[in-house]
């Protein structure tokens, strides 16, 4: 792969044989691509995966700050592995990740027997970290700017059949309560020859999906060229790779959803029909106190030219109640965008301070617990009713799903995904993971279809399992 250099290959990393690994991932997607990354990196070494923490002698925390409670799952989880440590000396652990990159010293301070804490801009230096370690003691290095894009490093993907590429890092915006930019840094966009490259080689070891994964994709290359809006072309040049049948990307900022973009969108066969487009808040007011840089009229326009432009769009987003100072009759508004927006599916939070961001230092205006529980809960009716509705509207039609396999509550059932990242569920004999099959919806709810299957399209091109890349 380009951009990565092993200097060490193919000593253990500790000098030991038959060495282990384990990761746990907390938070977003992009961590999970991350962890790929250190899988691979770690792989490339001639680790192995385990999932039994016994039998690890590398555990990596790949923290996230975004969700609530970060400190105390890390904290937690550092507490679980003191015992163990313990009990195996020769266990190494390592922090990574956004908390690790916004706390830094803090975590060895109150956890010392943490070998090694690393940041956001450093996964690549994992295993050098843990090899300095190994001789020199505990050791911390954050840095304040990445070097390597994570899909420039080797990877081990748990999902042959589907890939996420990342096409960007940072984020320029100042949304008051996300801490993205102060652990994640600038936004950096990667060279779209070396996107294509790699969505290439995927498309070769029998990927048919990749999702292509930033802070806010809508304003990729904005740092490469004047020449704007190269999200649309990359859009276009990904999605005409051969081999690759479907195309998503996440997440795009509304303020930065360009027509260029939708149409793009609508005449290239492989993008998928979703877009995920946050809202967070209906309330002008709101919406300029968290700076999001739209009025929910502009939002509810742009909305409206991508339906235009991409025939049977599903559309979701994300929404925050009881940011700070949100009023009875700002979440009015939002209930009213809401239900104007008809959206298929909604992630909705009640808002909780995450340190280091300016909303957290809004405590004079937060609203009760019990007043945004009252308003989640009358939300979560709007947006499921809204959902149902939706889902209702494709009984009776036969959609090509992407198998995931079995259904996580009864293995009789498959899984598998519509091109408008919708769940069905149908019974059928065992099919493999990567399979398309036709399956005519019989049944709604609001978050998933039930279906039969017609028929099987295409069997997976994919082997069992995607190799670490080569070097
Ligand atoms: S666009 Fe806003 S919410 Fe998204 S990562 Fe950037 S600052 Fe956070």
Redesign the pocket.
Known sequence: MQGYRSRWRPTPILGRVAERYLIRTFGCQMNVHDSERIAGLLEAEGMQATEELDAADVVVLNTCCIRENADNKLYGNLGQLKALKERKPGLRIAVGGCLAQKDRGLIQDRAPHTDVVFGTHNTASVVDLLRRSEHDGAVMEVLEESHTFPSALPARRDLPYSAWVTIQIG?????A?????AV?GKEISRPPEEIVAEVESLAATGVVEVTLLG??VNSYGRDLTRRRPLFAELLRAVGAVEGIERVRFT?P?PKDLRPQTAAAMGDTPTVCEHLHL?LQSGSDRVLAAMH?GYTAERYLEKLATARAAVADLAVSTDIIVGFPGETDDDFERTLEVVAAAEYDSAYTFVFSPRPGTEAAGFGDRFVPPAVAAERFARLTVVVERSALHKHQARVGRTERVLVEGPSRKDAAVLTGRTRQNKLVHFAAEPLSPGTFARVQVTAAAPHHLLGDLVEVTARPRHKTRIPVAAL
Do not use: E, G, K
């Open positions: 984020c320029d915006n100042r949304c309560f996300c801490i993205v930019p994640r802070q806010n997440s900022h946050p999001r």
